[in-house]
C-alpha cells in the first residue's frame, strides 16, 4: 500500500498520484497495482496511455497525452539520467523503514517519489517459521533495495535475503541451487518472478499473480496465505506415502492372492475358488487401493 508521497517543488500531489498511476494503469507489478489503488480511493480519474512499456526489474516509460512519465527504482532513473540526488537522504530514510521508493518523472523531470510497503500478515511469520522446522532453507529472493527487503526479512524471520536481482539473476540463483543438487521450490506472484518459476524445480504463483507468472508455474495458491504453502508441502508429503502403501499393499495382496486363485489351497487339501469368487477377490485389490487413497480427501494441514 502507499505510505508516503514525497513532492518536487511546486507539484500538485494529486496531478503526481494522476500521472504515476495512468501511467501504471496497463502494468500487472504489485507496486504499480498499489499506485492504481490509491488514485480509485483518493478519486481520481485515470487516463489510459497510448504506449506503455515495462523494463523488468526498472521501471516503466508511457506515453500520456503527448509527454512521457516515467517511473521506477533508483537505478532506471540512473539509466534515464535523472537527477534525483536532492532526494536521496529522504529515499533513504524510507528504505531503511522497510518501504519501497518509486520515482517519478514527467518528459525527464523529476516530480516526486511514492512510498510503497508491504502489509506484512501475522500468518507469513508462522508460515516461515513452521517451514524452517521442516528443515527447509528459506531464501527471499527480490528485485527490492537491500534495506527494505532485509527490513522486511528481520520481521518475517528470513535469515537468508538475496536482493536487488533482476529477472533472469533470479532465474539464475535458482539454475545456481539445483547445480549443488538442490530441490528449489519458488513462490512468486508477478511478471519478474516468471523466469525463476519456470527454472524452479516447482514452482508456486500467488491466486492473484499475472497470467505470465500462473503460466510458469506448477501449483497456484488460491489467495496470498502461505499458510497454503504449508499445506502443499504436507499434503505431498501424504500423496507420496499413500502412493508407497498402495504399492505395497497391492503387490503384497497379489502375491498372495494369485496362487490361491490358481489353486495352491487346492493341493494341501484346501477349497478351489471358482472364477466368479477368483475374479471378484482380485478385484478388491483395487478397490482396497482406492479406499486407501480416499483417505486423503480427510487430509488438514497441522
Known amino acids: 500500500m502507499v505510505t508516503d508521497i514525497i513532492l518536487a517543488e511546486n507539484m500538485d500531489r494529486n496531478f503526481l ?7 501504471e494503469k496497463a502494468s500487472e507489478h504489485p507496486l504499480g497495482e498499489a499506485i492504481v489503488k490509491e488514485a480509485e480511493i483518493v478519486g481520481i480519474d485515470l487516463v489510459e496511455p497510448s504506449i506503455f512499456e515495462s523494463f523488468s526489474g526498472l521501471g516503466v516509460n508511457a506515453i500520456l ?36 521508493p518509486v520515482y517519478i518523472a514527467n518528459d525527464r523531470i523529476f516530480l516526486g517519489i511514492i ?32 534495506l527494505t527487503a532485509q527490513a522486511i526479512a528481520n520481521q518475517v524471520g528470513i535469515t537468508n535475503v538475496i536482493s536487488e536481482v533482476l529477472p533472469q539473476e533470479k532465474a539464475y540463483y535458482v539454475k545456481m541451487l539445483q547445480s549443488k543438487e538442490h530441490r528449489v521450490a519458488m513462490v512468486g506472484n508477478g511478471i519478474n518472478d516468471a523466469l525463476a518459476l519456470a527454472q524452479a524445480d516447482i514452482g508456486f504463483v500467488m491466486g492473484y499473480g499475472t497470467d505470465i507468472a500462473m503460466e510458469s508455474a506448477d ?28 504399492l505395497f499393499w497391492a503387490f503384497a495382496y497379489n502375491m498372495l492372492s494369485v496362487p490361491i486363485a490358481m489353486g495352491v489351497l487346492n493341493i494341501f487339501g484346501g477349497p478351489l475358488l471358482s472364477p466368479i ?23 488438514k494441514v497441522k
Open 219 to 246: 501449483i497456484i495458491l488460491i489467495n496470498d496465505d502461505l499458510q497454503l504453502l504449508l499445506l502443499a508441502v504436507d499434503l505431498s508429503k501424504k500423496t507420496i506415502w499413500n502412493i508407497k502403501s498402495n
Open 65 to 100: 497525452k503527448g509527454t512521457e512519465v516515467s517511473l521506477g527504482n533508483e537505478e532506471f532513473f540512473k539509466q534515464l539520467n535523472i537527477d534525483i540526488s536532492k532526494f536521496k537522504l529522504i529515499s533513504d530514510n524510507l528504505v531503511s523503514k522497510g518501504k519501497t
Open 277 to 299: 469368487i477368483a475374479g471378484a477377490a482380485m478385484s478388491f485389490s483395487s478397490i482396497s487401493v482406492l479406499l486407501n487413497s480416499l483417505r486423503l480427501k480427510k487430509f
Open 115 to 146: 512510498a510503497i510497503e508491504d502489509t506484512i500478515k501475522p500468518a507469513s511469520a508462522l508460515a516461515i517459521q513452521k517451514l524452517n522446522k521442516l528443515g527447509l532453507n528459506v531464501v527471499m529472493l527480490t528485485g527490492d533495495n537491500k
Open 17 to 23: 498520484l494522476f500521472l504515476a498511476a495512468s501511467a
